[in-house]
């Protein structure tokens, strides 16, 4: 699978963009081309949400603080079903620890025909590997948040084990590593990238896309 719509401009990817209805109508009406939704298994549903919640309770929990969620979490097949038309593809990042997740969005997606436009992506690997067992057409993308994850899939690239979109912090990123990356035959996607300037020096780097919050600098990107 190629990531990469468009070859005379970078993969725009609009981070948490299927997360909320309103996130939703500000990607689509940015024309990025990808929407990352963070999905997990909630009660048997696979609900469009970043942090986790209390039991049933409409509360989310993350490292450094306590919310409420006033409205109810967008499901994957509804989203799916608002981006066929859009030409949009979606990138699912994978939350939570559940082993029957990987399975539930791959059988959500294929019941749908998605999976072509559908590309799954975490950075705990185990899923992305349990994934890419359920078929050729399920494709993956290696998320890279630490050092030692950017070590491993360099090596792993060299075996010729996993395949060669990766979604790279841009906190890893130099020209040397971008090189790294490049000499074993990977493409590139960083995140979270919300300055333009730090955008547009990535790209110049040889970065493939970028993965961002601020929808209007994807925009202007894919312009350029």
């Known amino acids: 699978m190629d990531l990469r719509p468009d070859a005379a ?9 299927g997360n909320t209805r309103r996130s939703l109508r500000a990607a689509l009406a940015a024309g990025v081309d990808w929407i990352e939704i963070d999905v997990w298994l909630h009660y048997g549903r696979l609900v469009a949400r970043h942090d986790a919640t209390l039991w049933r309770l409409p509360i989310t929990l993350s490292r450094r603080s306590v919310g409420v969620q006033l409205l109810p979490a967008p499901q994957l097949d509804r989203l799916i079903q608002a981006t066929a038309s859009s030409g949009t593809r979606l990138l ?15 059988e959500t997606l294929r019941r749908h025909d998605a999976l072509a436009r559908s590309a799954l992506c975490t950075q705990e690997w185990g899923p992305l590997e349990a994934a890419r067992a359920l078929g050729d057409d399920v494709h993956v993308v290696y998320s890279l ?26 906190r890893l990123l ?15 996607i960083a995140w979270t990238v919300d300055d333009e300037r730090r955008a547009r020096d990535l790209l110049a780097w040889g970065v493939d896309g970028i993965t961002s919050n601020n929808y209007a600098m994807l925009a202007r990107l894919g312009q350029a």
Do not use: N, Y
Request: aromatic share 4%; net charge positive.
């Open 92 to 106: 699912v990042d994978l939350k939570g620890r559940s082993t029957a997740l990987p399975i539930a969005i791959v």
């Open 174 to 188: 130099t020209p040397a590593t971008v090189a790294a990356l490049k000499d074993a035959g990977s493409a590139i």
């Open 9 to 17: 401009s970078p993969v725009r990817v609009a981070h948490r963009g």
């Open 145 to 170: 948040g630490q050092p030692e994850h950017l070590i491993a899939f360099l090596a792993r690239r060299q075996e010729g084990t996993v395949p060669p979109w990766t979604s790279c912090s841009h």
